[in-house]
């Protein structure tokens, strides 16, 4: 937490959050903008906050996006507010949910959620693209030759061989990159398949994973990946650390998000 805590005690840092809370995806041409600070400085700012893992950032061309991360401030909510304040518990998860919806362009990321495992790029990749493990700490086989132009499959692990996700393989450079199509077979939605990048970095000792789920189709189809990226990447990160899944497994990704999809298609 000392980095967190630092990082939020400098008012151009909190300033510089707020600003990513209400428009999310901005560059840092936009950011100085606001602040009357040299470039540089700002830079140094946003070197703070990245390294407190309150922002992520994700490459578009020659632009370089900054997302807020609003997971340490929900440790932060946990560890010394829910406790002791109940109503503050549900002002923080207002916040983070606003942050996460804010309204961005449909040229930029929908939803990014980063997180850090104590692993190898290499067992990493291997964790999301091997049938029996995906189908370990997601509920789901992940199935496919994965390359590019491949189809792949989110497969029920109840032996009907259901796919619930279906898409198609994109981009493939193991272990760093990986970009798929992410939809419910049969659903046709009018801006087109979204589309799910795993990103894969060593962090020092460890790994920094960066889930970017784009072109999503409305706040349900949001809502549901808002909820269920964080809860897939934290039994992924347990299995790969501990060697085990936890212990009440979150399978609800993909059923909030065809059931959203599902309401979407529904003229009822």
């Not at 008012?11 to 470039?39: F, I, V, Y």
Request: with cysteine; net charge negative.
């Amino acid at each position: 937490m000392d980095k967190v805590f630092k990082a939020l005690a400098d008012p151009t840092r909190r300033r510089l959050l707020d600003s990513l809370r209400h428009e999310n995806g901005q560059t840092l041409g936009r950011l100085c903008g606001q602040l009357d600070m040299a470039r540089q400085s700002v830079t140094q700012h946003l070197a703070v906050l990245e390294e407190a893992n309150l922002i992520s950032t994700v490459r578009r061309g020659r632009e370089k996006l900054h997302y807020l991360n609003p997971v340490p401030i929900h440790d932060i909510q946990q560890r010394w507010i829910a406790p002791f304040e109940q109503h503050r518990l549900r002002t923080l998860d207002a916040v983070k949910r606003h942050a996460e919806e804010s309204d961005m362009a449909a040229d930029k990321p929908s939803f990014v959620y980063v997180t850090y495992i104590q692993s190898t790029p290499e067992r990493v990749w291997h964790a999301l693209t091997d049938a029996d493990l995906t189908a370990e700490y997601w509920g789901h086989s992940n199935v496919s030759d994965w390359q590019v132009g491949s189809r792949w499959e989110h497969r029920r692990v109840d032996g009907s061989g259901i796919a619930d996700v279906i898409g198609t393989v994109l981009e493939s450079t193991p272990p760093t990159r990986l970009v798929i199509t992410f939809d419910e077979p049969g659903a046709e939605p009018a801006g087109g398949p979204t589309r799910v990048t795993f990103h894969i970095e060593p962090y020092r000792a460890i790994v920094r994973l960066t889930v970017t789920h784009e072109n999503l189709a409305d706040g349900d189809a949001l809502h549901a990946v808002s909820a269920g990226w964080p809860a897939v990447m934290a039994n992924l990160k347990s299995l790969l650390e501990t060697g085990h899944v936890l212990p009440q497994a979150p399978w609800e990704m993909h059923a909030e998000l065809r059931d959203a999809q599902m309401a979407r298609h529904d003229p009822a």
